[in-house]
């Protein structure tokens, strides 16, 4: 294959490009902004993310997806072709693409994102379990007959999963994560104290003092929104305790949905789980104390991985290299499709 080879993790919140030889090359908010009137898009990724909340009428904002799952076609495509002109600059031959996906998704989906791919400027691609990157990336030998668990925790979407010799024993997707535990936040403080705050506030309070337990010393942070009441500016402080019981039910469902995957595991994938740990993958585990949570509720080892945010682009990195094998004999990936070789 002539053109480069490149790993695209096209997440809920954020779009992340590896390049074979080079590594991780490129993080993006998985945002754009459009005129209205015309269509055309007039900021892609960290622009857009900063518009959110801040747009005049004649500004759309776009999230080309939801849940893992394309939600608007043009503007992943706008996305995907963007970031792959900056990578690929004036090369004759177009890139080949790994792209990951969620493992729930259905044909008519995963025909939908090879378009995009097609559309986007990729010459071939390849569609990854995302689950299954997720392991590699946290450094789990795939190919070996023994049972790993991976609790991918992003933006959009949880995905958890049983891994053993390159394939999923076990998998379910949860509608649930980073983007839930924001609307909590919002949803709580508008709840409690006739406040409303922007998306944008609502994750940075959880990036900044959001917990997954009920923290002895709580902090508190100042931050702004407006009265409901007044419809006025106000300050005001929120605290940890605040944003747990803000997050607690959404934290539950996700360690009772990875209690519920394992009761469906065989016993010898159990004990391979219960021997080496749960890993948390995702942004999402970045959250103190989710790893705990789920310890709890499992009983099992759990631990978030090194690097997790990046975990899945840099499996669709490791495979990357072996993409003229494992995309011949299907093994890893689920669709190949052909284009038209060069640019
Ligand atoms: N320190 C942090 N604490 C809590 N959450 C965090 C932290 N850092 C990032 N996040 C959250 O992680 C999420 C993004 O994670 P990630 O980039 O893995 O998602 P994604 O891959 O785009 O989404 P998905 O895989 O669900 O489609 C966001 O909701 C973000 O707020
Ligand atoms: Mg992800």
């Known amino acids: 294959m002539p053109g480069i080879n490149i790993g695209v993790d096209l997440g809920t919140s954020n779009v992340r490009f590896f390049v074979e030889g080079k590594g991780l090359a490129l993080t993006e908010n998985s945002v754009t902004a459009s005129d209205i009137r015309s269509g055309r898009p007039i900021a892609i990724g960290s622009k857009a ?15 080309p997806l939801r849940h893992g799952v394309v939600s608007d076609f043009t503007a992943c495509q706008d996305i995907l072709r963007y970031y ?9 031959f177009k890139p080949n693409l790994v792209i990951s996906m969620p493992s729930t998704l259905t ?7 090879l378009n995009i791919a097609a559309s986007s400027g990729a010459a071939k691609t390849c569609l990854m379990e995302k689950a299954l990157a997720c392991a590699i990336g946290a450094g789990v030998d795939y190919r070996k007959p023994r049972g790993a668990m991976v609790v991918d925790i992003g933006g959009g979407t ?18 649930i994560a980073g983007n839930t535990f ?38 508190a942070i100042a931050v702004k929104g407006k009265s409901y009441l007044t419809g006025m500016p106000v300050l005001f402080e929120v605290n940890t305790t605040e944003v747990f019981l803000a997050l607690r039910e959404h934290l ?26 749960i890993l948390l993958t995702g942004g999402s585990a970045l959250l103190p104390g989710l790893a705990g949570c789920i310890e709890r509720k499992t009983q099992i080892r759990t631990v978030a991985a090194k690097d997790p945010a990046n975990c899945t682009v840099l499996g669709i990195g490791e495979t990357l290299r072996h993409m003229d094998v494992l995309s011949g004999s299907g093994y890893l990936f689920k669709i190949q499709q052909e284009a038209a070789e060069p640019a």
């Open 107 to 113: 044909g008519l989906e995963q025909r939908t994102l």
């Open 182 to 219: 924001d609307e909590d936040i919002r949803r709580y403080v508008r709840r409690e104290r006739d406040i409303l705050i922007g998306r944008l506030t609502a994750e940075e309070i959880k990036q900044k003092i959001g917990c997954a337990y009920l923290r002895d010393a709580e902090i």
């Open 252 to 277: 539950e469902q996700i360690a009772e949905a990875v209690r519920s995957t394992l009761s469906r595991t065989s016993p010898d994938l159990l004990s391979d789980i219960a021997e080496r740990g």
């Open 158 to 175: 949880t995905e958890i999963a049983v891994v053993t010799m390159g394939c999923l024993a076990q998998h379910e997707s949860l509608q």
């Open 84 to 92: 792959l002109q900056i990578i690929c600059g004036n090369r004759i």
């Open 49 to 63: 993310y900063r518009m959110i909340g801040r747009t005049s009428e004649r500004v759309q904002i776009h999230y």
